[in-house]
């Protein structure tokens, strides 16, 4: 990129951080104006009101008729046409497209209404000014009240939103600079200190420290960090410092992709919404024909404009889309919030739903039921582990195959960092490998390896054995044709595989596990783990087939690493991709655990579960109210004032409710 | 192609689904989502559409385009 271009690129990003700001915080800016809004409205509408009821309250009138009808119209106007000003302006807008909204019943009510104290004068019909300002005041009520409920629910995922680190401490040359985040480029080195916010995804380059992950995959310990290891933007440096080089940034960055895939979710259906929404489209033309006919049926059966007025007005007001449109996404947003915090991410709505109809769990094995690496998990003999260690980790050091990583870790692990020098190093691919170690000819391998080397396994026959049927690759350490020892290779367990499957066994979940490796290894993990039904040597190409299989009797979840099981995360009904930090592929799956973790899977069900609920309480009370409330309305048996505040509390109630969801244990 | 739009004025249910059927209906959409909660809608087509006709399909309904962003 030329400097030109750069500086372009520069600009365009700093452009971009802005605006991004602002809308951070349009949330809060929103509350602060509906607040203003109502107080200016009370300000005026509660003299109205004392003005109207004034007989009523003190059996006297505050002034005479005239005055007082004239003193309302007045203090009313500002009421709808300034406070209410984008209200009207909002809702009249839609209606010149055909595109109704709330507003534009609220409107239309409320200038009918207001229209009223006009011709009253002229002896047509009843005056409802005061009226007309006294909806407005409980709409602006209403909504600032809906305002603060939301506020709520979206706390968790604001809070994600706004947990990038602002700045960054770079290295240029030998200066240390600080910068936006914005600026920062790939390759940039971080400087990162204890309590500090990691700015960007990156590599440490120098360094050991621990980082606090938990804000983005919910993993409560902290992870430790040495140089290679990855970090996560946005994640905080506990104990040392960490040298990072910027590997991604902006748009590209973990946290970045977590916050896209929540928004993008809180835009997909769930099935049970469909008919909410087939009903919130055509609601408002709907209410307006619907008041528009209680008008003239009342006009023409009672002979009373006023009163066929005061019913059209209500059926205006009290209609109220917003809990039947509310109803599922304000649930959704909840419960995307609280599985958050722990690294559930919900990518599609409509997995909350089918949930609930899944019979069957396939877990992937490796990197899923397991941690996806080999590790060293028995030496025999016990007593002369350091010596078997040393000797093979010298050799395993040349190599890169994951049993050798596993072997050489080990070694670092019981404190060897110095390997000895090997000499006619040669790797026997499939079988293991050799090299000279000061003077002493040193095998390392299967049990083909050494029948073919002729070396005796006379003594360790029992224990190659008891290794076999444990699951173990057994690698056979000789020295000068004679055994050193064995040790036992294995991808370990996660910690909490054992008690996650026993806790959707006992739910009366189906578990089933999917593996490459052949029956018997397979066998020996799956009952390991309580799983009763093994699928072993499958490709990782036919795992879709296999997913198909069983999904001939009922729905089935998948649960993989969805880099390698992608195809059978999309052919699953519901597809959890699991992972851990960065290594996972967030655009497979439905729901994705951001934490390797298996509880997490019981917590998204749960988690998915106790949303489905919710959305059917909150489907039920929008549709109730409406049903119930329009004919009152209709009937005439709603003063236009109490329609307003029913409809405003029908959104509240169900902005709340979806709020009670953190009530549930997940 | 897909593209992630953050509007604003939005504050009812109705409104948001106003806007989404509205960008429905641009040649050439393939589906449109928008969420009240998050103000941010999601346009998925598969020839480019004008960042242009998106605004207008947007203001159609009363509401305000604040920000574009391709993928």
């Given at each position: 990129?030329?400097?030109?271009?750069?500086?372009?690129?520069?600009?365009?990003?700093?452009?971009?951080?802005?605006?991004?700001?602002?809308?951070?915080?349009?949330?809060?800016?929103?509350?602060?104006?509906?607040?203003?809004?109502?107080?200016?409205?009370?300000?005026?509408?509660?003299?109205?009101?004392?003005?109207?009821?004034?007989?009523?309250?003190?059996?006297?009138?505050?002034?005479?008729?005239?005055?007082?009808?004239?003193?309302?119209?007045?203090?009313?106007?500002?009421?709808?046409?300034?406070?209410?000003?984008?209200?009207?302006?909002?809702?009249?807008?839609?209606?010149?497209?055909?595109?109704?909204?709330?507003?534009?019943?609220?409107?239309?009510?409320?200038?009918?209404?207001?229209?009223?104290?006009?011709?009253?004068?002229?002896?047509?019909?009843?005056?409802?000014?005061?009226?007309?300002?006294?909806?407005?005041?409980?709409?602006?009520?209403?909504?600032?009240?809906?305002?603060?409920?939301?506020?709520?629910?979206?706390?968790?995922?604001?809070?994600?939103?706004?947990?990038?680190?602002?700045?960054?401490?770079?290295?240029?040359?030998?200066?240390?600079?600080?910068?936006?985040?914005?600026?920062?480029?790939?390759?940039?080195?971080?400087?990162?200190?204890p309590?500090?916010?990691?700015?960007?995804?990156g590599i440490v380059v120098r360094g050991e420290s621990s980082v606090?992950e938990?804000?983005?995959?919910?993993e409560?310990l902290p992870v430790d960090k040495i140089i290679k290891s990855n970090v996560?933007?946005?994640?905080?440096n506990q104990d040392g410092i960490l040298y990072v080089k910027?590997t991604?940034?902006?748009?590209?960055?973990?946290?970045?992709?977590?916050?896209?895939?929540?928004?993008?979710?809180?835009?997909?259906?769930?099935?049970?919404?469909?008919?909410?929404?087939?009903?919130?489209?055509?609601?408002?033309?709907?209410?307006?024909?619907?008041?528009?006919?209680?008008?003239?049926?009342?006009?023409?059966?009672?002979?009373?404009?006023?009163?066929?007025?005061?019913?059209?007005?209500?059926?205006?007001?009290?209609?109220?889309?917003?809990?039947?449109?509310?109803?599922?996404?304000?649930?959704?947003?909840?419960?995307?919030?609280?599985?958050?915090?722990?690294?559930?991410?919900?990518?599609?709505?409509?997995?909350?739903?089918?949930?609930?109809?899944?019979?069957?769990?396939?877990?992937d094995k490796t990197g899923t039921i397991t941690q996806g690496k080999p590790e060293v998990i028995r030496i025999y003999p016990e007593k002369s582990k350091e010596r078997i260690i040393e000797v093979s980790a010298s050799l395993e050091n040349l190599s890169e195959h994951p049993i050798a990583r596993a072997i050489v870790s080990e070694a670092e692990k019981i404190g060897i960092r110095n390997f000895k020098k090997v000499s006619g190093f040669k790797i026997l691919r499939g079988r293991g490998l050799e090299g000279d170690l000061s003077g002493k000819e040193v095998v390392i391998g299967n049990l083909d390896l050494m029948k073919e080397r002729g070396i005796s396994l006379e003594k360790f026959r029992d224990e190659i054995e008891e290794f076999g049927e444990r699951g173990y690759t057994t690698m056979i350490v000789a020295e000068n044709k004679k055994i050193l020892g064995i040790i036992g290779v294995a991808d370990a367990l996660k910690e909490d595989s054992i008690?996650?499957?026993?806790?959707?066994?006992?739910?009366?979940?189906?578990?089933?596990?999917?593996t490459g490796d052949n029956l018997k290894t397979a066998k020996t993990i799956a009952e390991k783990v309580?799983?009763?039904?093994?699928?072993?040597?499958?490709?990782?190409?036919?795992?879709?087939?296999?997913?198909?299989?069983?999904?001939?009797?009922?729905?089935?979840?998948?649960?993989?690493d969805?880099i390698n099981?992608?195809?059978?995360?999309?052919?699953?009904?519901?597809?959890?991709?699991?992972g851990t930090g960065t290594d996972?592929?967030?655009?497979?799956?439905?729901?994705?655990?951001?934490n390797g973790s298996l509880?997490?899977?019981?917590?998204?069900?749960?988690?998915?579960?106790?949303?489905?609920?919710?959305?059917?309480?909150?489907?039920?009370?929008?549709?109730?109210?409406?049903?119930?409330?329009?004919?009152?309305?209709?009937?005439?048996?709603?003063?236009?004032?109490?329609?307003?505040?029913?409809?405003?509390?029908?959104?509240?109630?169900?902005?709340?409710?979806?709020?009670?969801?953190?009530?549930?244990?997940? | 192609?897909?593209?992630?739009?953050?509007?604003?004025?939005?504050?009812?249910?109705?409104?948001?689904?106003?806007?989404?059927?509205?960008?429905?209906?641009?040649?050439?959409?393939?589906?449109?989502?928008?969420?009240?909660?998050?103000?941010?809608?999601?346009?998925?087509?598969?020839?480019?559409?004008?960042?242009?006709?998106?605004?207008?399909?947007?203001?159609?309904?009363?509401?305000?385009?604040?920000?574009?962003?391709?993928?």
């Amino acid at each position: 990129m030329d400097k030109e271009k750069m500086k372009e690129h520069d600009e365009l990003h700093h452009h971009n951080l802005e605006i991004d700001e602002e809308m951070e915080s349009s949330e809060e800016k929103e509350l602060i104006q509906w607040r203003r809004k109502l107080i200016w409205a009370w300000i005026l509408a509660i003299p109205i009101a004392l003005f109207m009821f004034s007989e009523r309250l003190f059996g006297i009138f505050l002034f005479n008729e005239q005055v007082t009808g004239i003193l309302i119209l007045i203090l009313a106007f500002p009421v709808i046409f300034i406070i209410g000003f984008g209200t009207i302006k909002g809702g009249l807008t839609g209606v010149s497209h055909f595109y109704f909204n709330m507003d534009s019943l609220i409107s239309l009510g409320t200038i009918i209404a207001y229209l009223t104290g006009i011709f009253s004068y002229f002896g047509f019909v009843k005056d409802y000014s005061g009226i007309s300002a006294m909806i407005m005041a409980f709409f602006i009520t209403g909504k600032y009240v809906e305002a603060l409920a939301r506020g709520k629910a979206t706390s968790e995922i604001r809070k994600l939103l706004e947990l990038g680190a602002k700045n960054a401490r770079i290295l240029r040359g030998k200066n240390e600079i600080e910068i936006p985040v914005s600026e920062i480029k790939f390759g940039d080195v971080m400087i990162v200190r204890p309590g500090e916010k990691i700015p960007t995804d990156g590599i440490v380059v120098r360094g050991e420290s621990s980082v606090d992950e938990s804000m983005i995959t919910g993993e409560s310990l902290p992870v430790d960090k040495i140089i290679k290891s990855n970090v996560i933007g946005a994640t905080i440096n506990q104990d040392g410092i960490l040298y990072v080089k910027a590997t991604k940034i902006g748009k590209d960055t973990f946290l970045a992709h977590i916050i896209n895939l929540i928004e993008e979710a809180q835009g997909t259906k769930i099935p049970i919404q469909k008919l909410a929404d087939r009903i919130t489209n055509i609601f408002v033309p709907a209410i307006l024909i619907i008041a528009i006919s209680s008008f003239a049926v009342w006009a023409v059966l009672s002979r009373d404009i006023s009163k066929a007025v005061g019913i059209g007005i209500s059926v205006l007001v009290i209609a109220c889309p917003c809990a039947l449109g509310l109803a599922t996404p304000i649930s959704l947003m909840v419960s995307s919030g609280m599985g958050a915090k722990r690294g559930i991410l919900i990518r599609k709505g409509e997995a909350i739903q089918t949930m609930k109809e899944v019979k069957t769990i396939v877990f992937d094995k490796t990197g899923t039921i397991t941690q996806g690496k080999p590790e060293v998990i028995r030496i025999y003999p016990e007593k002369s582990k350091e010596r078997i260690i040393e000797v093979s980790a010298s050799l395993e050091n040349l190599s890169e195959h994951p049993i050798a990583r596993a072997i050489v870790s080990e070694a670092e692990k019981i404190g060897i960092r110095n390997f000895k020098k090997v000499s006619g190093f040669k790797i026997l691919r499939g079988r293991g490998l050799e090299g000279d170690l000061s003077g002493k000819e040193v095998v390392i391998g299967n049990l083909d390896l050494m029948k073919e080397r002729g070396i005796s396994l006379e003594k360790f026959r029992d224990e190659i054995e008891e290794f076999g049927e444990r699951g173990y690759t057994t690698m056979i350490v000789a020295e000068n044709k004679k055994i050193l020892g064995i040790i036992g290779v294995a991808d370990a367990l996660k910690e909490d595989s054992i008690s996650a499957i026993k806790s959707l066994n006992e739910r009366g979940y189906r578990t089933v596990m999917i593996t490459g490796d052949n029956l018997k290894t397979a066998k020996t993990i799956a009952e390991k783990v309580g799983i009763k039904e093994v699928i072993a040597n499958v490709l990782p190409e036919d795992k879709e087939k296999k997913v198909i299989d069983l999904q001939r009797s009922g729905m089935v979840a998948f649960i993989g690493d969805g880099i390698n099981d992608a195809p059978a995360l999309k052919q699953a009904n519901v597809g959890i991709a699991i992972g851990t930090g960065t290594d996972i592929a967030i655009e497979s799956g439905d729901i994705v655990l951001a934490n390797g973790s298996l509880s997490n899977v019981v917590s998204a069900i749960n988690l998915s579960k106790a949303t489905f609920r919710k959305i059917k309480q909150n489907l039920f009370w929008a549709f109730a109210y409406n049903t119930i409330a329009i004919p009152l309305a209709i009937a005439g048996l709603l003063n236009p004032v109490v329609a307003e505040i029913a409809m405003a509390l029908s959104s509240i109630t169900v902005v709340s409710n979806a709020n009670l969801l953190r009530r549930n244990k997940i | 192609m897909k593209k992630k739009l953050t509007i604003s004025g939005m504050h009812c249910a109705s409104c948001a689904a106003n806007v989404e059927r509205s960008l429905k209906k641009i040649n050439g959409v393939k589906s449109a989502s928008v969420s009240l909660l998050t103000k941010k809608g999601f346009v998925e087509s598969d020839e480019d559409i004008s960042d242009d006709e998106i605004r207008k399909a947007v203001a159609r309904t009363g509401y305000r385009l604040e920000k574009i962003e391709g993928e």
